[in-house]
């Protein structure tokens, strides 16, 4: 097993910037790729950003890319989300994702293709 803590989300202006992070811990050896999810009131939760646990390969969802950026750090389990730019339309709880085993990369843009899930972390955008 894997356990997720997201931390770092917050209140912030339109135009500026936080920076999610994502602790793992448990049997980290095990994890494939990271993550980041978010769900805004009243809508599914979508994809946001997604990264191996090794090598340099990042996705991201259009709506973020230019804006966000995805980095880990090996040593201390732990994945980031660099956020810039925010918008109100940003303003979602945002939940980090982790998997176990290889899968392809469409997969990894997806909920189901991911096998662990943090609590979330609130982000709020204001105009």
């Known amino acids: 097993q894997v356990q997720l803590v997201e931390s770092g989300g917050g209140l912030v202006q339109a135009g500026g910037s936080l920076r999610l992070s994502c602790a793992a811990s448990?049997?980290?050896?095990?994890?494939?790729?990271m993550g980041w999810f978010r769900q805004a009131p009243g809508k599914g939760r979508e994809f946001v950003a997604a990264?191996?646990?090794?090598?340099?390969?990042?996705f991201y969802a259009d709506s973020v890319k230019g804006r966000f950026t995805i980095s880990r750090d090996n040593a201390k389990n732990t994945v980031f989300l660099q956020m810039n730019s925010l918008k109100r339309e940003d303003t979602a709880v945002y939940y980090c994702?982790?998997?176990?085993?290889?899968?392809?990369?469409?997969?990894?843009?997806?909920?189901?293709?991911?096998?662990?899930w943090g609590q979330g972390t609130q982000v709020t955008v204001s105009s």
């Open positions: 990264i191996y646990w090794s090598g340099d390969n990042t």
């Open positions: 994702a982790g998997r176990s085993s290889p899968t392809f990369r469409g997969s990894l843009l997806t909920m189901a293709g991911y096998n662990y």
């Open positions: 448990g049997r980290t050896f095990s994890i494939y790729a």
